[in-house]
């Protein structure tokens, strides 16, 4: 049994750019998230191309999504992600505006969080086909709301906004080996 096994909590994560390199950004956000303590990646989604949502002037974002296991805490693993966000250039100019790197907690084990700073289930997740597409990847089958399988969201969006998949990654270890 691998060390990241062991850990008790279960995180989904939305991760994504649009400034360029969009690639690169995402390679390192997998990467610090990885190199966190507490924290090992089990699963990373193939990464999708989507035209924005919301502020609509600026170019296209390369979204993923991958799959936790950590002993921090939903509040802890929001503060490391700000600061991967601000170690990596992010600015908070224009709400929705482009990014070099965009962290969202999108689910954390089964549990609905409301604070100030954080809301979990991710409270926009089930509008976005670019959050639901990758994370369906990565965990097929789950069950968002009421009950409801995330196929079934995702069907619902057909259509409403384009999701391409920009590079297929088969399962492997896209961005090198991660360690914890």
Not at 58 to 72: E, V
Request: proline letters at 4%; charged letters at 30%; glycine letters at 8%.
């Amino acid at each position: 049994m691998d060390a990241g096994s062991q850990l008790r909590n279960i995180a989904y994560l939305s991760i994504g750019s649009n400034i360029d390199d969009r690639e690169e950004h995402l390679k390192q956000a997998v990467k610090r998230i990885g190199d966190l303590e507490l924290v090992s990646i089990d699963q990373v989604s193939s990464v999708y191309e989507t035209e924005p949502v919301g502020y609509t002037e600026q170019g296209p974002f390369l979204n993923m999504a991958i799959k936790i296991r950590t002993d921090l805490s939903a509040e802890s693993l929001l503060q490391k992600t700000q600061e991967i966000e601000n170690s990596g250039g992010r600015k908070r100019e224009i709400r929705w505006g482009p990014r070099t790197i965009d962290l969202d907690i999108l689910l954390f084990n089964e549990e609905n969080i409301t604070l100030e700073q954080l809301t979990v289930p991710h409270p926009r997740m089930l509008e976005r086909a670019f959050v639901l597409i990758p994370l369906q990847e990565i965990a097929p089958g789950i069950e968002l709301s009421n009950g409801k399988p995330i196929e079934q969201y995702i069907e619902e969006l057909t259509g409403k906004e384009g999701v391409h998949k920009w590079k297929s990654f088969c399962g492997e270890d896209v961005f090198g080996h991660f360690e914890s």
